[in-house]
């Protein structure tokens, strides 16, 4: 059920009213159910390796708490092996086994092993790494373990956020479950706006650059140098709006009821580093990653060098957590290269900046800190997207030596559609930068003429630019 369905629009009615109807008593088990439906709708038997999964981690949570010594380390060795390895098994296992085969071809072995034919199910990295938080923060003493279980199967499997996220952590979420929600009209209204703004990012500008992008990387060779460039520069684009745009519908449909879920994303194409970038994009994830492994590591706590490869190891496998390819492996490594070298450069930038006339937080370096840090991302971003390696470097390949020509719209993606798309990046950029989240912010009696506009404005461009396709998340592959 994709959240930019009439169906969805449906459940989430449904489901809304049903719970401010309930008493608070009955109220976690109707969202439990709703949200196993919701989770259901898409492939209905993986339900069964979810509430496998969250049947260990109740229990380990408990046994965490309540053991001492090295027990507690296995317990919590054993939620997190439990965890991973349906990760491995669903979402690596072939992989694996496609570099095995590839090795053993190259040193003359006629020796095939077996792939799994089997479907990766929805959202599984994001529950994974939301139920591993939770045996980690119950381990580190942060948390106490959850007794209920259908609260905790709740913590897991509630359905605004899923199967894309945000990726919370119990603190944040759990007692939230137990606390008794009123109808609160000014979250109603907060959250609606918020749901109506991701519903626009999503069907009005991911999607339709979604055509263009799609026609450009499925068929890379068949394009010239502009084409590649223009379809690098929407996918940007694209996938910023497409992620933010279903965490903004997340979000909003769980304030709506009263929940509150955390930030994530704040504006990163406004970053000036790419430190600020991922302070800014996927918040939930760059945060999970600092957090339960990064400063496990040592985090910069350690040996200049080491510090280095903490960096470089955790964008690696943020590259694999994104999927089992080496075009993810690439980006992560990208950007933990990216990371290196801009606090090998810091001291050298901030003391050239008065060389060559630029104040330090002038408007113009501020300009041109974005104008880079916009590029780098972008670059690494043709290796998310591209089909395989060897079609990334074809694309890198020719938009630097490549031919330049006139643009290729053709009739998939037509003049009409191309000029517009660059209108609605610049709407966007000027609506983020100023005002959207103002006025999400404004409460139902603050100035009640920008708040209707702002509704009406954003639906009749969602009914009248809006495309329709039910096209899926990106993330949702993950």
């Known amino acids: 059920m994709l959240f930019n369905s009439l169906e969805f629009l449906l459940f989430f009615i449904v489901v809304t009213t049903i719970f401010f109807a309930l008493p608070h008593k009955y109220r976690w088990f109707h969202l439990l159910a709703a949200s196993c439906y919701f989770y259901m709708a898409f492939v209905p038997i993986y339900i069964v390796i979810l509430f496998g999964t969250i049947i260990i981690d109740y229990f380990a949570g408990i046994w965490i708490e309540r053991a001492t010594g090295t027990r507690r380390k296995w317990l919590l060795i054993i939620s997190i092996i439990s965890n991973i390895g349906v990760l491995v098994v669903f979402k690596y296992y072939n992989f694996f086994l496609d570099n095995l085969n590839a090795a053993t071809g190259h040193a003359g072995s006629d020796t095939v092993f077996p792939y799994l034919n089997i479907l990766l199910p929805i959202g599984l990295s994001f529950h994974t790494f939301q139920a591993l938080s939770y045996t980690i923060e119950v381990y580190r003493g942060n948390h106490k373990a959850e007794k209920h279980f259908g609260i905790y199967a709740l913590y897991v499997m509630f359905y605004p956020q899923l199967v894309a996220g945000p990726i919370e952590r119990p603190q944040n979420v759990l007692h939230q479950f137990h606390e008794k929600k009123f109808f609160d009209a000014n979250d109603f209204f907060i959250g609606f706006k918020m749901m109506i703004w991701g519903f626009f990012k999503k069907i009005v500008i991911a999607d339709r650059l979604a055509i263009l992008v799609n026609q450009v990387y499925n068929h890379p060779t068949e394009h010239n140098a502009t084409m590649l460039l223009i379809a690098t520069v929407f996918f940007a684009i694209q996938i910023y709006c497409d992620f933010s745009g279903y965490s903004s519908i997340a979000i909003g449909a769980a304030r709506v009821m009263g929940f509150r879920l955390m930030t994530n994303f704040n504006n990163p194409y406004q970053a000036r580093s790419i430190n600020e970038f991922w302070k800014r994009w996927h918040i939930s994830l760059s945060t999970w990653f600092r957090d339960y492994l990064y400063i496990s590591m040592g985090g910069n706590r350690v040996s200049v060098p080491r510090w280095y490869f903490n960096l470089f190891f955790v964008f690696l496998v943020s590259g694999f957590w994104h999927g089992a390819n080496w075009t993810f492996l690439i980006w992560g490594a990208l950007h933990g290269l990216y990371l290196v070298a801009e606090i090998l450069v810091s001291k050298t930038r901030e003391t050239g900046a008065g060389k060559n006339g630029l104040p330090k937080y002038s408007g113009v370096r501020r300009f041109l800190q974005v104008c880079l840090t916009f590029t780098l991302v972008t670059f690494a971003w043709i290796f998310f997207r591209a089909n395989s390696v060897s079609d990334a470097l074809y694309i890198v390949k020719n938009i630097v030596k490549g031919q330049w020509g006139g643009l290729q719209s053709g009739q998939v993606f037509s003049e009409f559609s191309m000029v517009l ?50 096209l899926s998340f990106i993330y949702f592959q993950f």
């Open 421 to 470: 798309s660059f209108l609605l990046i610049v709407v966007l950029f000027l609506a983020e930068w100023k005002w959207v989240d103002r006025i999400i912010a404004l409460k139902l009696d603050e100035k009640y003429r920008l708040n209707l506009a702002f509704g009406i404005v954003l639906i009749t461009g969602i009914l009248v630019l809006g495309v329709f396709r039910k």
